[in-house]
């Protein structure tokens, strides 16, 4: 018989400190209980069915699983966010995990779902405590007084402001994708970049460039990642350009994870290439040095 699973229940994009909070009360009641600790989640965000209109977000459906399975789930369970599952009462839906393996549920105390949003974490409770199932209600986290919540780190992010932002998320910031074939004009000036395509789902962060690290091919390395649409070179589309430092090859078609740990600059157009080889020059410099303190 397969083992039963102790869910958390959210969209829990970014991750962040309140959501890990969720995840750390499911590890003890699965502990306790003899489950697995999982995490339900939506292929969609839900305000885009019920408002129609989504928010931006912080990560695509595949980090934000990865997040969480980083961060203590032993499954994640991603339903489809539909009509169908938008009109079902909020009893109906937790019934249904239960057939199938739920064992048990945690959730926030602001958490609403179900038809209306009727269902809430008291109801769950009582749900809960009805069929002799574990749960646990974990209340709002805060740091410094400030809510913690996917709309503030989105805000941050916006701005820029990485470094804030991952004191909210409890980790840096990432941006991960397949490395794509750009127009190779780094190349020609001894600032070779591994590209990724901007999800369109997601918040953009301000334009501009970040001290990072990127991880691909088993590896870790500096970078130097510019976010914006290239003016110097009059580019149109917003992209993710980042320069690895101490890397010798290439990433076409590999996968890599972007890591934000500093913003260094604003997006600018240079009068020549040779004057952003020189600022690009000077970024790799700082992120050397940021990551020299912060280790």
Known sequence: MDQKIIYALGFFDGVHLGHQALLRACRVLAEQHGCTAGAVTFTAHPDGLVSGQSPALINTARDRANLLCSFGAESVL????????MTTHWSVFLQQLVD???????????????????????????????RGLPYAVVPQQELEGIRISSTHIRALLEQGDVAQASRFLGHPH?????????????RTIGIPTANLAYPSELAELKRGVYACKAYADGNTYLAVTNIGTRPTVDGQDVNIEAHLLDFDGDLYGKPMILAFYAFLRPEQKFDSLAQLQTEVQKNARQTRKFFEKSE
């Not at 991603?78 to 599952?85: H, N, S, V």
């Open 78 to 85: 991603e339903l489809p966010f539909d009509r169908a599952l």
């Open 100 to 130: 199938a393996d739920a064992a048990g549920f945690v959730c926030g105390d602001d958490f609403r779902f179900g038809a209306g949003g009727l269902g809430t974490a008291k109801k769950l409770a009582a749900f809960c405590e009805k």
């Open 174 to 186: 990432i941006l991960a994708g397949t490395v794509q074939t750009g127009k190779q004009l780094g």
